[in-house]
């Protein structure tokens, strides 16, 4: 057995929609997926590799009060599809890669705005935007058992009850069979692992107050409520 010299956080976990929990591994997230979102953020969508980049295991958040986060002025939400992974391994075929996924839930891709863009204009790394306490927002986990393949279907993000994104996972640039096979040639993918697969157009900013809400293709939603962080 071994002995912590302190006790060891709690295992960050996401609930599973008909019961249990989903132990996350690592979080690793898609950008520039959707080409409306590349062109709103004033890339150009064609010939665009995937871009990736991580959050930290304990970044996930289950809905539910979310305080402001710290060192920001410019809060984003970005709406996503969140894939589970049930097992992995590196230089996955296209062709297996569905064959890896737990289930799907809905997600938002919280995103300090500002230190993005002063990341971007030193070509600095985008860690302090993107790696935010709480950053990783999840709703439950709908067993692909339960949903099947999820290639299409309706993706959508709401503000206090008026709807900021509007979109459909087909339009997806990366397709997930794509995006897993990519990213095992990377990281060796394990079970526990979650995948951001990207947001649609019409990004934007929430403030203390703020009341999300996301959904997609008939999977739980998730809801969150801003609140001003106190200490």
Known sequence: ?????????????????????FPVRRIFCVGKNYADHVKEMGGDPKNVPPVFFTKPADAVHTGGQFNFPLATDNLHYEGEMVVALKSGGTHIPEAEATGHIFGYAAGCDLTRRDLQAAAKEKGGPWDTAKALDDGAAV?????????????????????????RQQSDLSLMIWSLPEIIARLSGLFALKAGDLIYTGT???????????????????????????FERKG
Do not use: H, W, Y
């Open 1 to 21: 057995m071994t002995d912590f010299v302190f006790v060891p956080s709690p295992q960050p976990a996401v609930p599973v929609v008909g019961g249990g929990l």
């Open 139 to 163: 709703g439950p986990i709908t067993p692909v058992a339960d949903v099947g393949v999820l290639d299409k279907g309706s993706i959508s993000l709401s503000v206090n009850g008026e709807t």
């Open 200 to 226: 649609p157009e019409g990004v934007g900013p929430l403030v203390v107050g703020d009341t999300c809400r996301i959904e997609v293709a008939g999977l739980a939603p998730l809801d969150f409520q801003v």
